[in-house]
C-alpha cells in the first residue's frame, strides 16, 4: 500500500545515512537523499485528489450500474459482506445499516429477477456482536416479505476469497447457473474474478460508485489530505487484487 512504500523507502533513507554518515564517499548519502525525496513524493501522489479520483475511475469503470429491468433473471443475488454499518440504537443494543448493497439486492429479489437472496457469513463488525452481517440482513430481509426459503447465508468468511469459495460450493450445491455478484463497481472486478476462479457461475451486479470525495476550490486539490490518502489506498488494494495470481 502507498503508505507502506512510502514508510520503508524512509526507512531505507534512514539507515543508508547512519551507515555511511563516517564515510568519505557521498554516493552513500545521496542514494539516501534520493529514496527519502521518492518516499515523500509517493505519500504526495497518494494523498492528493487527483490521484484518488483517477485510480478510483479506472477500476470503477467497466462495471456501470444497469437498471433493474436491463438485469437478467439469475438463480441467486449475492450480497458481499462489508457493505453494512454498524449502528448503535438508542437502547445501547448494536443493529446495522443495511447499505447499497443489500438494498439493490433486495430490488433484484422484489422484481422477481433472483429466485434466492445469499447472503455472507462475515462478521457484523459492531463491537461485541455475536451475530454475523447476514443473520442482521436475513432478519432485515424477512421484515420486507422474503420467504425464508429463499434466503440462505453462507458459513463464516473472512476476505472475499472466502466468499467466492462459498458461492462456488453453494452454487453446485443447488445446480445454480446464474449467479449475481452484488457489489460497488470499484470492488466487482477483484470480488467478481475470484468468484469465478473457483468455479462461480458468477456475472456482474453493480449497486453503485463510491460517493465523490467534497467538493473543493481546484487549488486545494493539490493539497493532500486523508479522504484522499485512504480512496487511493482503496483503489490501489483492488488493482493489486485483480493482478494477483
Known sequence: MPVGISLELGIAALLLIILFRKQARPIGRR?????????ILILYASSIRLTAE??????????PPLPIDR??????????GGGSVPIRRRDGSFGL??????????????ANRARMLVLSGCGSQAPGDPRGEGDHLRDQALRRGVDAERILITPFVRTTGDEARAIA??????????????????HMGRALALARAEGAPA?????????PLPAQPALLGWLPTA??????TQAWHEILGRLAP
Open 31 to 39: 542514494i539516501a537523499c534520493a529514496l527519502g525525496i521518492v518516499s
Open 54 to 63: 483517477g485510480l478510483t475511475a479506472f477500476v470503477e469503470r467497466d462495471y
Open 71 to 80: 438485469i437478467e433473471p439469475v438463480d441467486a443475488v449475492f450480497v458481499l
Open 97 to 110: 445499516e443495511t447499505g447499497p448493497r443489500f438494498e439493490a439486492a433486495m430490488e433484484l429479489v422484489s
Open 169 to 186: 460450493e453453494l452454487s453446485k450445491q443447488h445446480g445454480w447457473s446464474r449467479v449475481a455478484i452484488a457489489t460497488d463497481a470499484g
Open 203 to 211: 456475472v456482474p451486479f453493480t449497486t453503485g460508485y463510491d460517493p
Open 227 to 232: 479522504a484522499a490518502l485512504h480512496r487511493t
